[in-house]
């Protein structure tokens, strides 16, 4: 095992987890951001119905993830968690909010269930627009000095991180808006086809102007982006992205009811958007100077701990998967799957 580049293993893995979270609780979380466009109790309701076999579980993938930056890159822990303290607090609030707004609205009284549908959709938006400022603040970087962050409590805070935690409110909610329109039918499935179709632009424009933004304030990535051979990795990205998005419109207004297609468009979206990140900040786990070499724990470290993710990972992929199956196909008012 000590002839294996350890540390690269591990970046993949928590890219991997980092990855499966977004896309397993980016469609839980867009259907509490979607909760203020639908009115009606039982839409919600069904809403809702849709994750609720599988939304519990989709946080493993948050906590595998952070558990392996500890144990694999500490320096890189402590570094982030130290910059990103606030978003992430907050971040965790939100999904603690919605979480036990989620279990209570369905016990709630109909006088008070407004309150806690209040609650879950603000928990929504809370995680995601948190989720998304510390993935700006990621991508502007941060002061270290010796081990240690350096900077101050607020410096996540700029327009640029405010920006990018937007945008993935709006990456998410085109995630709910798909996943509702292949796991419901009738008014509700036509109600978030029109909603996806009015996103889909919404979030190509967010993608074009930090696609702008970033190199023109971040030299480095501008140099990266545009330069032999990084060019080729990066060009098929704008080209799949808009390849996708004018695919994802095509079915949102075509005269047949789309269903699994225009979700797996979307996941196609978000993947594209996370590998133009991980081609912009490779090999930096730190930006913009600490690669994932310099952050690495002990190679004795890293091994140990691979053998527990080598037989935990696959369970954690087993399980995951009978759940999805088990509960696939469409979720009806009043009946559940069928």
């Known amino acids: 095992m000590m002839n294996l580049d350890l540390s690269l293993i591990w970046v993949l893995i928590i890219g991997f987890g980092l990855m499966m979270y977004v896309v397993m609780d980016g469609f839980d979380l867009g259907i509490g951001i979607l909760f203020p466009f639908v009115k009606a109790t039982p839409e919600r309701d069904l809403m809702v119905n849709t994750v609720a076999p599988v939304w519990d579980g989709n946080e493993t993938w948050l ?38 707004a989620f279990e209570f609205r369905f016990k709630a009284d109909e006088p008070h269930r407004p309150y806690w549908d209040i609650a879950f959709s603000g928990g929504s938006y809370m995680a995601a627009f948190f989720q998304g400022a510390a993935l700006g603040a990621f991508i502007n970087g941060f002061v270290v000095t010796g081990p240690s962050y350096g900077g101050g409590a607020l410096d996540w805070l700029t327009p640029f991180s405010a920006f990018t935690g937007l945008g993935v409110i709006a990456a998410y909610a085109l995630l709910g808006s798909t996943w509702l329109i292949m796991k419901t039918g009738g008014t509700l499935q036509g109600r978030m086809i029109a909603i996806a179709r009015r996103i889909v632009p919404v979030l190509l424009i967010g993608i074009g102007i930090v696609s702008l933004w970033t190199p023109l304030t971040h030299h480095a990535i501008a140099a990266r982006w545009f330069t032999e051979p990084n060019i080729f990795f990066f060009a098929p990205v704008p080209i799949l992205v808009l390849a996708s998005s004018f695919q994802l419109m095509r079915l949102l207004s075509g005269g047949e009811t789309p269903n699994a297609g225009p979700f797996l468009l979307a996941l196609l979206l978000l993947f594209m ?37 080598v037989i935990v990972i696959p369970i954690i992929l087993a399980y995951t998967g009978w759940a999805y199956y088990v509960f696939r196909g469409k979720v009806t008012s009043g009946e559940g799957y069928h």
Request: glycine fraction near 10%.
């Open 63 to 100: 906590v595998l993830g952070g558990a392996s930056l500890l144990a694999a890159f500490p320096m890189a822990y402590a570094v982030l968690l130290s910059a990103l303290f606030i978003p992430l607090i907050l971040m965790l609030m939100g999904l603690i909010l919605r979480g036990v």
């Open 273 to 309: 958007g996370y590998s133009g990140l991980a081609i912009s900040l490779w090999p930096n786990i730190v930006p913009p100077g600490i690669s994932f070499r310099d952050a690495a724990a002990p190679a004795q470290s890293q091994a140990f701990i691979l053998v527990g993710a």
